[in-house]
Nanobody
Framework: QMHLVESGGGLVQSGGSLRLSCAAS????????MGWFRQTPGKEREFVGV????????YYADAVKGRFTISRDDAENTVYLRMNSLKPEDTAVYYC????????????????WGQGTQVTVFS
């Protein structure tokens, strides 16, 4: 079983930046694709982006493309989400997730989830 713990969320002004971290333990981190999702109350969990287990390819939702970047450090079992040019509509709880199969943008295809970290963007 893999355990994932997000951190780094908080309150930030519109146009600012944050870096979220996701620390993994329990399984071989380097064998998993690592995705990021976000969710607001009453809405479905939304795909943000994914970095493949090889680290060679990344994919992002149109809403964040060009502003967000995912990276991973396999030696430290940690994946990061760097968020630049933040907008109020980016406000959400952000989750990291791990998948052992092919890369995916779908919530129900991921194997492990963290508890989330809150990001709030004000104007």
């Amino acid at each position: 079983q893999m355990h994932l713990v997000e951190s780094g969320g908080g309150l930030v002004q519109s146009g600012g930046s944050l870096r979220l971290s996701c620390a993994a333990s329990g399984l071989t981190f380097s064998s998993y694709h690592m995705g990021w999702f976000r969710q607001t109350p009453g809405k479905e969990r939304e795909f943000v982006g994914v970095l493949t287990r090889s680290g060679g390819n990344s994919y992002y939702a149109d809403a964040v493309k060009g502003r967000f970047t995912i990276s991973r450090d396999d030696a430290e079992n940690t994946v990061y989400l760097r968020m630049n040019s933040l907008k109020p509509e980016d406000t959400a709880v952000y989750y990291c997730a791990a998948r052992r199969g092919a890369r995916s943008a779908y919530v129900n295809e991921y194997d492990y989830w963290g508890q989330g970290t809150q990001v709030t963007v004000f104007s």
